[in-house]
T-cell receptor
């Protein structure tokens, strides 16, 4: 099965700073790499994803980079805002059957 | 995209009782997944619900504790049996969409007292 590690487990940044969360996985067959944001009391929401044939993807203030050789991918948030405060989960998977293995989560706190 | 309705959204249950959570999808899907999220923890897959066959359970989860039904391609239920305080969690159903996108129901917040 897939072993997934996420670092850091907590991250505090000042508003306007950048935040980076790293996800390391073990299954070399993984070919789809999503990031989910979970606000307090809500379900996880997909915020960005990347596939194995792409090295980087950007969507406004968020981006994901993938290093398949090293088996890790990272979430980058620039110009952080208080509404970015949430728990972020990576969930690499092989695509077949849509079964996800979630990382341990990163609590991001954006301070004013 | 898929719209998933889950109920109950929230419940407080007595220990020793059982509760059934329902998940309804607005389109036909081959597989539905049930996840548990204990307080302050990540999501853990309980089982995969397949239409027409028994559910496939992950390590650490058994059918007697978490029986699952999948009567058709748009509906599934998860029962949490003989509940104890350790079962207090968020239970989420999910389905896969086009391009590996995963959709989650709103979740069922269970507290066992």
């Amino acid at each position: 099965g897939e072993n997934v590690e996420q670092h850091p487990s907590t991250l505090s940044v000042q508003e306007g700073d950048s935040a980076v969360i790293k996800c390391t996985y073990s299954d070399s067959a993984s070919n789809y790499f999503p990031w989910y944001k979970q606000e307090l009391g809500k379900r996880p929401q997909l915020i960005i994803d990347i596939r194995s044939n792409v090295g980087e993807k950007k969507d406004q203030r968020i981006a994901v980079t993938l290093n398949k050789t090293a088996k890790h991918f990272s979430l980058h948030i620039t110009e952080t805002q208080p509404e970015d405060s949430a728990v972020y989960f990576c969930a690499p998977h092989t695509g077949g059957g849509n079964k996800l293995t979630f990382g341990t989560g990163t609590q991001l706190k954006v301070e004013l | 995209s898929a719209v998933i309705s889950q109920k109950p959204s929230r419940d407080i249950c007595q220990r020793g009782t059982s509760l059934t959570i329902q998940c309804q999808v607005d389109s036909q899907v081959t597989m539905m997944f049930w996840y548990r999220q204990q307080p302050g923890q990540s999501l853990t897959l309980i089982a995969t619900a397949n239409q027409g066959s028994e559910a496939t359970y992950e390590s650490g989860f058994v059918i007697d504790k978490f029986p699952i039904s999948r009567p058709n391609l748009t509906f599934s239920t998860l029962t949490v049996s003989n509940m104890s305080p350790e079962d207090s969690s968020i239970y989420l159903c999910s389905v896969g969409g086009a391009g590996n996108t995963i959709y989650f129901g709103e979740g069922s917040w269970l507290t066992v007292v």
